[in-house]
């Protein structure tokens, strides 16, 4: 413990030398923007500025990346709060609650909420990383596709095992965001499936961004836009203050939220060392689990600072916890780890277990500034929040053409293909007429994240095992996480077993009496 303590020692004074502090900050506030534009994200914005680390030292190259990372997981947030439109999938679950909450003029809440949970679950992870890094690896190393399946399994059952929710509708938005996740080629034969008509757009599969944005962009523009004329034209935005009281009042008001703050953080940090799990799975997970949790889960989805505080806490968490098996396996944990990967490769560092003893003042230098960027993102969040309540003022007139141009470079830019923008078009359509029907979009939007990686898990588990699905319950991690989401799903139907066979008891009574 005493020796990791003066390591992590060194390791501050290596990351507050005057050029990695420039460097941190830097980074943290071009990550704040580009996690703040849609489609953009950490990947992208990882590997766009990667050429610049070429004129800085190989520490400072890597600590400056990683500063994108943290900024770009706290700056998702800003759009999904402020317009409604998800700056990175891994902010998607911040929709939720977030943008109820700004519509409500209470963004100066959700803002500081997702900045402080941001904060608090960066802060967690980071010291989860410097004092278990080796044994949480060694557990994550263990998992195979059965262990995989089950955490995906279980994250399902966290959306069909609430409480409060019409669950036909819950199962049917699952069912069609899994058929939309299958679309593409098959991950075993290779060939095409569900392309309508050999439309060759669709050869590559729905890109998850494309979803999200129509969804929750544009079918929210949409909504406001009805919302609006129904008010005669009034902006339901104009609300939104911000003060140093609110802000403080509004601190004071997220402790109670300190066991929502905890689970996102140790779950989120969990599932991010999970190799090629990502933080997006992360968020949808502890935000259901947040729901699970609540003595009012019906508020989700209406306002709720818990939805806005679970999966801020753990898309921070997570992307901490995919450095882990990066440095200490050599096993990227997410798609910007393995950008970051790449980069230390380039610049002559070794990832893997030796790293640690051949790199000391690196590695040590890395985990500090850690805890320097996740400060620094707080601080430059916190001092933004009037400059993201200033686009909220806006006339609708004038925001929602921005919204729609944002939505369509969005959608444009991951895959840079014309028929992606379509697509989002259409989405958009779809998430409007689920709102009205009163459709749940959120399970449709878990379904279509974690599908690529339960089919694959699923269908690898079989082949091990001759077709067993046994196989599940046989291992020591997959059975008791298969147990808890069995029960889970089973819970919708305790309840009205319960009155059936409490109200046939009564009946018999009557009629005996």
């Known amino acids: 413990m005493m020796e990791i303590i003066s390591l992590l020692g060194h390791g501050f004074v290596v990351a507050l030398q005057p050029l990695n502090l420039v460097l941190i900050i830097v980074g943290c506030a071009f990550g704040l923007f580009i996690g703040a534009m849609p489609g953009l994200g950490s990947v992208n914005g990882v590997a766009i500025l990667l050429p610049l680390t070429f004129l800085v030292p190989p520490d400072g190259a890597i600590i400056f990346l990683c ?14 709060i402020m317009l409604g439109i998800p700056g990175a999938s891994t902010a998607v679950a911040t929709t939720f609650d977030g943008r109820p909450l700004a519509k409500q003029g209470l963004a100066d809440k959700a803002l500081t909420a997702a900045a402080v949970a941001s904060f608090v679950g960066g802060s967690i992870s980071v010291v989860l990383f410097t004092f278990f890094a080796p044994p949480l690896a060694h557990i994550a190393l ?44 098959d991950i075993i034969t290779g060939r095409p499936r569900l392309i309508f008509g050999d439309i060759s757009g669709f050869m590559h599969g729905i890109n998850f ?71 997006t799975p992360g968020s949808l997970m502890a935000y259901g689990f947040a729901k699970q949790m609540s003595k009012h889960p019906e508020t989700f989805g209406k306002g709720n600072i818990e939805g806005v505080v679970a999966p801020e806490t753990a898309n921070n968490a ?8 990066m440095m200490t396996l050599g096993i990227p944990g997410s798609p910007t780890t393995a950008i970051l990967l790449g980069g230390m490769v380039i610049w002559g560092l070794e990832p893997g277990p030796r790293l640690f003893t051949s790199n000391p003042d690196f590695v040590w230098g890395l985990i500090a500034s850690l805890y320097v960027a996740n400060l620094f993102a707080l601080i430059l969040n916190i001092l933004f929040i009037p400059a993201f309540i200033w686009v909220l003022k806006m006339p609708f007139t004038i925001l929602a053409p921005i919204i729609l141009t944002l939505c369509l470079v969005g959608g444009y830019a991951p895959t840079q293909d014309m028929h992606d923008v379509w697509l989002m078009l259409i989405f ?9 029907l009163d459709y749940p979009v959120a399970p449709a939007v878990l379904a279509i994240v974690l599908g690529p990686l339960t089919e694959p898990a699923l269908r690898q588990s079989l082949l091990i095992s001759g077709g067993d699905p046994m196989t599940f319950f046989y291992r020591p ?31 018999k009574a009557s009629d005996s009496a």
């Open 67 to 80: 500063a994108i990372y943290y900024g770009a997981m706290y700056g998702g947030a800003i759009s999904s």
């Open 142 to 185: 263990t998992f195979g596709s059965q262990e995989t399946f089950a955490l995906m399994l279980l994250a399902f059952a966290t959306f069909v095992g609430l409480g409060g929710d019409d669950i036909a509708k819950t199962i049917f938005s699952i069912c069609i965001g899994l058929v939309l996740a299958a679309v593409g080629l």
């Open 209 to 279: 961004l494309v979803l999200a944005i129509g969804i929750y962009g544009i079918g929210e523009m949409l909504w406001t836009v009805e919302e609006n004329a129904k008010a005669g034209g009034k902006s339901m935005l104009s609300e939104a203050v911000i003060t140093v009281d609110r802000i403080k009042n509004n601190v004071i008001e997220l402790m109670g939220t300190w066991k929502t703050m905890l689970m996102g953080s140790l779950l989120g940090y969990f599932v991010g060392i999970l190799p090629a799990a990502g933080a």
């Open 318 to 325: 997570a992307s901490t916890g995919s450095m882990l098996p």
């Open 428 to 436: 958009g359509l779809v998430g409007y007429l689920m709102r009205k």
């Open 477 to 507: 991690y997959s059975g008791p996480i298969m147990v808890i989401a069995l029960i889970l799903l089973l819970l919708p139907a305790l309840p009205p077993l319960y009155r059936m066979v409490t109200g046939s008891g009564k009946k």
